[in-house]
């Protein structure tokens, strides 16, 4: 479709975004529906903040449609006005486009989209082709999640800085854990702005636009871990790194199911209702 004047605007808007921002984990109750209270509660506490429903944090892969409506429903009424960023872990571009269109309808602001899972034996579009065909069915802008634990992408710089090009793009969650990759993609200079995704990260890459990650979030209703984080971007050194890795650590940021741990930890402060997994 025509990138329409309010979609110019809207990624004019959103390419300006820097600091942190917050990938919300998924609240859910006994019965596994997504629990508004417990996202109410959650985004009270964020002061501020951008927030990312339905990514990794928010288990997106393991969502049932209803419960990502849900999830992003709930997100942008209780967002204040802030940015909801949503994400679409889907690997089949016409599904992300999908997924698109209800995010809009729904609200939201931007659509967070994966690469091509090249383990999909029908999926056979490189990075630049599956982005532009999200972006030629959609009217929202993209926000691109570079991940290969989940799709499968081989990491490359110059790829995904074409993508950067592409004239829906507004940024990118820098998430491969490799370093020299993230120097890699601003020395091609992508035009959007590149946010670190992993927190042993934070102050090793220099020139990003901000941070990604479950370390974000408010665990103790004080902004300690927001702040730290905020700390450790405005003041890159050894020593604000240490108390990332240190909160790290303490809240099981470098297991496989950290997002469990966060939820068990969101519960056991009375922010969300249950630490229960969606099922």
Not at 101 to 113: N, W
Not at 149 to 171: F, M, R, T
Not at 179 to 191: I, Q, S, V
Request: aromatic share 6%; charged share 25%.
């Amino acid at each position: 479709m025509p990138v329409s004047d309010q979609k110019t605007r809207n990624v004019a808007r959103l390419r300006e975004l820097t600091g942190v921002i917050v990938p919300l984990v998924t609240p859910v109750d006994d019965n596994g529906k997504v629990d508004e209270a417990s996202v109410a509660r959650l985004l009270d506490t964020l002061h501020g903040s951008r927030v990312m429903p339905a990514l990794s944090s928010g288990e997106g892969w393991k969502l049932s449609l209803t419960q990502w409506m849900d999830m992003v429903r709930y997100t942008v009424r209780h967002a204040r006005g802030l940015p909801v960023l949503a994400g679409a872990e889907l690997g089949f571009a016409p599904l992300i486009a999908g997924r698109s269109e209800l995010a809009a309808s729904l609200g939201a602001d931007a659509i967070v989209v994966p690469p091509p899972f090249s383990k999909t034996e029908s999926n056979q579009l490189g990075f630049v082709e599956h982005v532009h065909a999200v972006e030629r069915d959609s009217d929202l802008p993209i926000f691109l999640y570079c991940e290969n634990e989940v799709s499968g992408w081989s990491l490359d710089a110059a790829e995904l800085a074409q993508v950067c090009a592409l004239p829906s793009v507004i940024g990118v969650k820098e998430s491969s854990a490799d370093e020299d990759f993230t120097r890699r993609l601003l020395a091609c200079d992508p035009g959007v702005p590149v946010f670190q995704g992993w927190e042993h990260l934070i102050t090793k890459v220099t020139k990003t636009a901000g941070f990604i990650g479950s370390l974000a979030k408010d665990f103790t209703r004080r902004l300690l871990e927001p702040e730290a984080c905020r700390a450790a971007l405005a003041h890159p050194d050894g020593v604000r790194q240490a108390r990332v890795d240190e909160l790290s650590r303490r809240y099981k940021l470098d297991t496989e199911d950290w997002y469990v741990h966060i939820k068990k930890e969101l519960a056991a402060r009375g922010v969300i209702g249950t630490g229960l997994p969606v099922d």
